[in-house]
């Protein structure tokens, strides 16, 4: 057997959850992923799942007769076109797992197209952008939390799972300028209704009532200010342990509040944020804080900057005028489908029939629907027209934005298999012959 | 007094922007000027004529009903900015309904989407069964929500009804939301408005209040901790002089805002509750 060629590149990045390593080191033996060191088991899943399999699109792909057949790219353009340039209000979704190359073009198409415009902030950390609107945010990179944070809050988040290697990376484990002793010189709070693998290695959990973060916020900024209130016990959390997290925060030489979807998709939701951020900005009278949200998606932060950008906001965009309006629950992809108000969707690097509430789905499906996937998925099972697309950050290079907003490079580490194109080239044959049959 | 009838051909598929019905826009206009007005259908522009049959005669902007019928809980926008004469709509009224209007009457004989009398100026704005979210709030990113004016809900409103509200007793801007019962938050960040709710609310109202007077008649889940009881009363009085006789209790707060009137002296450590916002609570 002849022994295959392993060729080793480095530095490369994660592209999968928002902490978005930059120190993977990949082996490629006959264009196969067939090692990945440094990533976590789920990032290292991912550059695994661009090896051939029978989930992947290789060829363009049209309905016909209820069924997905193979076509060619000139023809899925054609139609793909036909469709967006109709449409009276079209959606165009997704752009979170994605390079901000890519999410230029969407931001281009949705406006020629004078479309809705969203990405999946929508439906994670979209309230954090509203609270943030509303109130600020007193932030930092992740850098500086490394190097001085002596005090973390992880609130509603759960790094163990969700985002394994911000722990040894940036915020628990690892060693900072001024923490040399590494886990040691930090305190760990965790506060969350589940007792998470991430509660179980903290110094203090504070297991708060299920959808109460915002009654527990509002007391713990009532005792920073020196009120006595008249309660015993705050959404399930004692007086005397929401007195000692009040110490523990204003004696801090730096703390920060890494915040998770268990604070922005509970009850309260944006409210939640605000309250933090409030809490947050009145620490700073005392000592040093910071807050941040723990973003999901690689580049979902990225898609927010593009939009915000090129359009002036960052999610739930509205182009029928021609310039962009912004209104989370009027424009928001969620909302405009419930509703049934749009009558053609462009859904790019996302899943939205896995996460959209169903009755959002259904009439999601009710109309023509494109999809930008590299994989099969439930979305796409379901579209009239799928453009098989390089994955980004594997087989495609660009920009992408880490949960602290700091921008960094995706790297191609091998070539996309059959006839897939990146996401900004199947952007722009769509922006060309969009314009074309407007007679533009 | 001259009136001017517009009755919807037919439902729309897609939600129509029809911010250009208002008494300013129609005042002293032939029904062929007012039909060319234009409406927003998605991406295309057309008229007030391709969507309603307008009858009538319109003079004077102060002395003009608009009365509108049909379903027109698709149509966006009505009465935004207007600022003299009346609307009446006979029927169900999508989003941002009387937004931003500063001066005449709109009453709307049905339901209201969210956004109903956002960023109110002045004048009155009436709904006689319920409305959606964001009555009277602030749109996203403003810190001033309504200003001046009155909103009657008959029914229940949504959440976060009369956010940012920005009153003030000496400028004699009061801001007035009255509503049979509400969802969460009612009042976040209220800053000198009253809203009197005749029945029950959800969650966490008043949150981060400052100023103003809030009144629930009804029963309210539970007072966010940051709140202090005063005490027990038998009459509230409104920032406009009036007054509200019954059992309620007092609370004060929200005491967990920064940089309001809730002092905590350096001295004696104790509250001031004096100067600060006000919740009542039936007894
Ligand atoms: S922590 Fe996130 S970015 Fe880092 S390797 Fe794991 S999945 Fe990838």
Redesign the pocket.
């Known amino acids: 057997m002849a022994v295959k060629k392993i060729k080793t590149i480095y530095d490369v990045l994660?592209p999968?959850?928002g902490?978005?390593?930059d120190d993977?080191e990949v082996d490629i033996a006959d264009n196969k992923v067939v090692e990945v060191r440094n990533?976590?088991q789920?990032?290292t899943k991912k550059f695994y799942s661009s090896n051939p399999n029978e989930h992947r699109y290789e060829t363009p792909m049209i309905k016909k007769n209820g069924k997905l057949e193979r076509a060619s790219w000139e023809e899925a353009i054609d139609k793909a076109a036909d469709i967006l340039a109709n449409a009276k209000r079209p959606l165009l979704y997704g752009f979170s797992s994605t390079e901000c190359e890519a999410q230029s073009k969407g931001v281009e198409l949705a406006e020629i197209l004078g479309g809705v415009l969203d990405n999946t902030a929508s439906v994670c950390h979209g309230p954090s952008l509203l609270a943030k609107q509303d109130v600020g945010q007193p932030g930092a990179t992740l850098g500086e939390f490394k190097n001085r944070a002596d005090l973390v809050i992880f609130w509603g988040s759960n790094p163990v799972h969700a985002?394994?290697?911000?722990l040894s990376r940036y915020s628990e484990f690892v060693r900072g300028y001024f923490r040399k002793d590494g886990r040691n010189d930090r305190y760990i709070v965790v506060v969350d209704p589940r007792n998470t693998h991430t509660a179980q290695i903290a110094d203090l959990y504070i297991q708060v009532n299920p959808s109460e973060d915002y009654e527990l916020l509002n007391a713990i900024r009532a005792v920073l200010r020196g009120v006595e209130l008249d309660e015993k016990e705050v959404s399930g959390v004692s007086m005397e342990k929401i007195k000692e997290l009040v110490n523990t925060m204003k004696t801090c030489s730096y703390g920060v509040i890494f915040f998770g979807m268990g604070l922005t998709q509970s009850l309260s939701h944006h409210r939640n944020i605000d309250a933090a951020i409030c809490l947050t900005r009145e620490l700073n009278d005392h000592t040093k804080f910071s807050i941040i949200p723990m973003r999901g998606h690689?580049n979902v932060a990225g898609a927010n900057q593009v939009f915000t950008w090129n359009t002036g906001y960052a999610y739930s965009i509205d182009f029928s005028r021609g310039y962009a309006r912004y209104n989370p629950g009027e424009f928001s992809s969620v909302e405009v489908l419930l509703k049934d108000q749009v009558d053609a969707s462009l859904i790019v690097a996302s899943d939205p029939a896995s996460n959209f509430p169903a009755a959002s789905v259904k009439n999601l499906f009710k109309h023509p629907l494109i999809v930008i996937d590299p994989h099969e998925s439930p979305t796409t099972v379901y579209a009239d027209i799928v453009l098989p697309a390089a994955i980004a950050g594997i087989e495609a290079e660009g920009t992408a934005y880490r949960m602290d907003n700091v921008p960094l490079r995706l790297r191609k580490v091998k070539d996309a298999p059959g006839e897939c194109l990146t996401d900004k080239i199947i952007l722009e044959k769509l922006i060309e012959k969009v314009k074309e049959k407007r007679g533009e | 007094m001259s009136e001017i009838k517009l009755k919807l051909k037919k439902e729309t598929e897609i939600p129509l922007e029809a911010e250009s019905i208002t008494p300013d826009n129609f005042a002293g206009k032939s029904i062929n000027e007012i039909k060319k007005l234009v409406v927003y259908y998605g991406r295309e522009e057309l008229t007030i004529g391709d969507f309603f049959n307008v009858t009538g005669k319109s003079e004077e902007k102060d002395d003009l009903i608009i009365s509108i019928n049909g379903n027109l809980s698709n149509v966006k926008r009505i009465g935004e900015n207007m600022s003299g004469g009346e609307i009446i709509i006979n029927g169900d009224v999508g989003m941002h309904v009387g937004n931003q209007m500063s001066g005449g009457k709109i009453q709307v004989n049905g339901n209201a989407d969210d956004w109903a009398g956002a960023m109110l100026k002045g004048g009155e704005l009436e709904i006689t069964g319920d409305a959606g979210n964001y009555v009277g709030s602030a749109y996203r990113g403003f810190w001033k929500g309504m200003t001046n004016g009155v909103i009657k809900v008959k029914g229940k409103i949504g959440v976060e009804a009369m956010l940012w509200a920005s009153g003030s007793v000496p400028a004699k801007r009061l801001p007035t939301l009255i509503c049979g019962s509400a969802g969460s938050f009612l009042g976040i960040h209220n800053h000198g408005g009253t809203i009197i709710v005749e029945g029950d609310v959800d969650r966490c109202a008043g949150a981060d209040q400052i100023k103003g007077i809030i009144v629930i008649k009804g029963k309210a889940p539970k007072i966010l901790p940051s709140f202090k009881k005063i005490g027990e009363v038998k009459e509230i009085e409104l920032f406009n002089g009036e007054k509200i006789t019954g059992k309620f209790i007092e609370y004060a707060g929200d005491h967990s805002v920064k940089k309001n009137h809730s002092t905590v002296s350096k001295k004696t450590g104790e509250l001031n509750k004096s100067v600060n916002g006000r919740l009542y609570i039936a007894a």
Do not use: K, M, N, S
């Open positions: 994660c999968f959850c902490t978005l390593c993977l990533a976590c789920i990032g985002h394994p290697r911000h690689y």
